[in-house]
């Protein structure tokens, strides 16, 4: 049994942990309540700093751990409230670059283990960029441990000066078991009705409509399509600033495309569909490319971040920005019913060696363990 989840046994206080949370992440706010989760179930004290609305959503309290409400930004006002959150915790727990910023501006110089857990890289250009870059070194050289969801992270902490990264074991919470590959073979029909794809080959995208999502590069493959009988429609759903911007290209190259919007029912779109698309310029473990696999829909996505080590052989990859090599491969799959249920049987085998949620929280608590020493009375 790990040394921190067994201390009030031995006569020894129990650990009192912060989790540290920015609140703009879905992924990683659905980790850091599921590893508190396991933390409150081993004996650990929680305490998850994050914006109120970060509770709300995610019911941090209701899985046992206590919550402060911290704001988003790095003024004074929010820093205070984090020193003192902090004051007293045998660890603080860091989830992205911000939150892990204003960990170490509220730690300042107490003795305090820091672990960083980095679920994506920022995206910026210009100014903010060489911004990002200062506040990644400031942060990773403060860290005990940096954790990094994927192996690029782990390499882009080590070259920023980490003195220790590692890979992360990191699940998504509540994703259902793979189905069957049979299975996907029946899609929803009230779904696909409701999209306008009754008769026709379905395509999902999902994720935010911002410019590293690719969903120009989309745009311009689904221009092959068009030539099929029946066309196929593809069907992308979230929102962002790119969406006047793509919705005029649909209309004005009258694309085989529909925005829908944010959605609450993903899975269900996945099973519905006859492929998954993801043409992103960058990903870490990606929602999306989990979600795919667990429903058992073929996954076409680009090589980039994390997606080669996350899929396996489990996924069709093309490189990212080749529309050429897009659309070829999306016609293929559409034409190779073989393939696809290849691909949905690899698929299952792929998710069932992800880590589960239990192992990831052991992960943390070694790593805490490392990190602490036995707390007399």
């Not at 960990?103 to 994506?120: E, F, N, Y």
């Not at 080959?201 to 030539?227: E, F, K, N, T």
């Not at 990212?320 to 290849?342: K, M």
């Amino acid at each position: 049994m790990s040394t921190v989840s067994s201390n009030a046994s031995h006569g020894q206080s129990p650990l009192r942990t912060v989790q540290v949370l920015g609140g703009g992440n879905a992924g990683s706010s659905a980790h850091v309540r599921s590893l508190a989760a396991g933390l409150v179930a081993r004996g650990v004290r929680v305490t998850v700093c994050a914006p109120a609305e970060a509770d709300h959503a995610y019911d941090f309290t209701g899985v046992g751990a206590d919550h402060v409400h911290v704001p988003r930004s790095s003024d004074p006002a929010s820093v205070a409230a984090l020193r003192a959150a902090c004051t007293g915790a045998d660890l603080v727990h860091a989830h992205g670059l911000h939150a892990s910023f204003r960990a170490v501006l509220a730690l300042g110089g107490r003795r305090t283990p820091l672990v960083v857990t980095w679920h994506s890289r920022a995206e910026a250009e210009g100014a903010r960029a060489h911004l990002l870059r200062m506040l990644e070194r400031r942060v990773v050289r403060a860290a005990s441990v940096v954790l990094g969801t994927t192996s690029d992270l782990v390499d882009r902490a080590r070259r920023t000066g980490a003195r220790d990264a590692r890979l992360a074991a990191v699940t998504l919470p509540g994703l259902r078991p793979s189905v069957e590959p049979d299975e996907a073979d029946r899609p929803p029909p009230k779904v696909r009705a409701e999209l306008g794809a009754m008769g026709r080959p379905l395509l999902i995208a999902v994720g935010s409509l911002d410019r590293h999502r690719g969903y120009h590069v989309l745009l311009d493959a689904s221009r092959a399509w068009c030539r099929l009988d029946p066309v196929p429609l593809l069907v992308i759903a979230g929102e962002g600033p790119l969406r006047a911007e793509l919705q005029r290209r649909i209309e004005d190259e009258e694309l085989p495309v529909r925005l829908i919007g944010s959605r609450d029912d993903v899975p269900e779109l996945l099973a519905a569909a006859d492929l998954a698309v993801l043409p992103s310029s960058w990903e870490p473990r990606s929602v999306l490319a989990q979600e795919a696999l667990h429903v058992g829909v073929p996954l076409v996505a680009t090589a980039v971040g994390g997606i080669p080590d996350l899929v396996g052989d489990a996924a069709e990859l093309v490189p990212y920005g080749d529309s050429v090599a897009l659309a070829g491969t999306v016609l293929r799959l559409l034409g190779d019913p073989a393939r696809c249920a290849e691909l949905r049987a690899r698929g299952a085998r792929q998710a069932a060696g992800w880590p589960t949620e239990d192992e990831t929280v052991t992960q943390v608590l070694s790593v805490y363990d490392e990190l602490t020493q036995p707390r007399p009375l």
